[in-house]
Every structure is written in structure tokens, then in C-alpha cells.
């Protein structure tokens, strides 16, 4: 078993910054992919960006050039960069991470079996 813990969430103006964290536990050596979803009221879960161990990223069309994911040589904590924020950034980020699973894409959020409780991020225009 895999447990996330996300920080860094909170309010910001548009054009701010904000720096997500979410540190694995458990049997972190059966993670290959980690990284970040979100979700706005209303709206389905979506993929925001995603790291597997082999370095290999993806990233939303909405979020390219302005989020970058990270992590640590560890590889049991990953971060997510939010530059330049927008009001529709707003949303329920939560952090997941899956063992090797070809059968889905890297954003899709059904290939993730372990998820973090969330993290609100609120950008204010």
C-alpha cells in the first residue's frame, strides 16, 4: 500500500505562484507514475501532470509552459510549480500515484489506485 499527503494548497491572485507537495509512504518502491489531478465543482477529475520514474512527463494543454512537476532523488515526494495562475486553475488538486499500467494513459484518471485527500488552490481575479 501507497499513502499521499499533499501540501501547499491556498489562495492567490491571478498571476501568483503556488509550489504543491505530496510525499509517498508505504511501499513507495511499487510507484511508477506520480503525480497531479484536479477537480472544480462541477467538473470531472482531470489530469494536470504526471512523472514516471523513467522521467517521462505529462502535462494538460492548460497547464503547459506555466506548471512544472518535480521530485526529489528520493522519488517519494513529488512537487507541482503553478506559475502565472489563472482563475480557472481553481480547483480540488489531489495528488495519486499507480504501479505500471499500459492499459491507461498517463492523465487518465482511472489507471490510479492510490490518491491523496486533496489540496484546495483558490486563484482570485
Known amino acids: 500500500q501507497v499513502q499521499l499527503v499533499e501540501s501547499g494548497g491556498g489562495s492567490v491572485q491571478a498571476g501568483g505562484s503556488l509550489r504543491l507537495s505530496c510525499a509517498a509512504s508505504?511501499?513507495?518502491?511499487?510507484?511508477?507514475?506520480m503525480g497531479w489531478f484536479r477537480q472544480a465543482p462541477g467538473k470531472e477529475r482531470e489530469g494536470v501532470a504526471i512523472r514516471d520514474k523513467n522521467g517521462s512527463t505529462s502535462y494538460a494543454d492548460s497547464v503547459k509552459g506555466r506548471f512544472t512537476i518535480s521530485k526529489d532523488n528520493a522519488n517519494v515526494t513529488v512537487y507541482l510549480q503553478m506559475n502565472s495562475l489563472k482563475p480557472e486553475d481553481t480547483a480540488m488538486y489531489y495528488c495519486?500515484?499507480?504501479?505500471?499500467?499500459?492499459?491507461?494513459?498517463?492523465?487518465?484518471?482511472?489507471?490510479?489506485?492510490?490518491w491523496g485527500q486533496g489540496t484546495q488552490v483558490t486563484v482570485s481575479s
Open positions: 508505504g511501499s513507495t518502491y511499487s510507484i511508477y507514475s
Open positions: 495519486a500515484a499507480r504501479t505500471f499500467n499500459p492499459s491507461y494513459r498517463r492523465l487518465d484518471p482511472a489507471g490510479y489506485g492510490y
